[in-house]
């Protein structure tokens, strides 16, 4: 599995990581029919308008349209990248948008998120590192260790709102981890010869 941290990523690669943040907070919501699609082009009633990611999922019936702009910036997102995003969600007649930077908020954007119902996300490196106790390292997955580095993804996604300065963690989802510690489970009970069958 190929890592690259947020801040080698290019643009482009910036928002892959974007799509796989929503896909996976979409799985561990169950969304029905979700689709999600990268870098298209959506008409509206004023024009055309370029969405780095869209998904689309159906709830009471209901198909319902998320934008989702991706900023790879070093300084605090303002307000006003917020308020264009909100005007993109209103001409498109989305029912979400949601902006995921690798930087921190303005407060100005937090509120303004708040008043218009905008999802902030930030995006950053997720540090994991080697725990392994065998003598070397490995160079395949027969190491549990080294399994779950290969496999945790490279990044975090975090909810920030303006309620809380505690911003809660939402990819990798708690479903992906369960799975990495389960695997990660089985495979040191196989290393040390115990049959987790028979406990």
Request: charged share 30%; aromatic share 10%; with cysteine.
């Given at each position: ?5 947020i801040c080698d990523?290019t ?12 896909n996976?907070?979409a ?13 298209t ?10 969405i780095?990611v869209y998904?689309?999922f ?9 934008l989702?702009?991706?900023?790879k910036?070093k ?11 909100h ?6 007649g989305?029912?979400?948008g ?16 708040k ?7 930030k ?19 027969d190491d ?22 505690e911003?809660?963690?939402?990819y ?15 495979r ?8 987790i069958?028979?406990?």
């Amino acid at each position: 599995m190929e890592r690259i941290n947020i801040c080698d990523m290019t643009p482009t690669e910036f928002e892959k990581c974007c799509l796989d943040i929503l896909n996976g907070y979409a799985e561990e919501e169950c969304l029905k029919d979700f689709r999600i699609i990268h870098d298209t082009i959506i008409p509206a009633s004023d024009g055309r308008y370029q969405i780095d990611v869209y998904a689309e999922f159906t709830a009471m019936r209901a198909r319902f349209k998320v934008l989702c702009e991706c900023k790879k910036y070093k300084n605090r997102v303002g307000r006003e990248k917020v308020a264009v995003l909100h005007r993109k969600v209103e001409s498109i007649g989305a029912q979400k948008g949601i902006l995921i930077s690798t930087s921190d908020f303005q407060s100005g954007a937090i509120e303004y998120a708040k008043a218009h119902g905008i999802a902030l996300i930030k995006a950053e490196d997720y540090h994991f590192e080697y725990l392994s106790h065998s003598s070397g390292q490995p160079d395949n997955d027969d190491d549990p260790f080294l399994f779950a580095e290969n496999h945790m993804p490279s990044y975090v996604g975090f909810e920030c709102t303006a309620d809380s300065d505690e911003q809660r963690k939402i990819y990798p989802t708690k479903t992906m981890i369960k799975g990495l510690l389960d695997e990660m489970n089985r495979r040191i009970y196989e290393m040390m010869g115990i049959d987790i069958n028979n406990m």
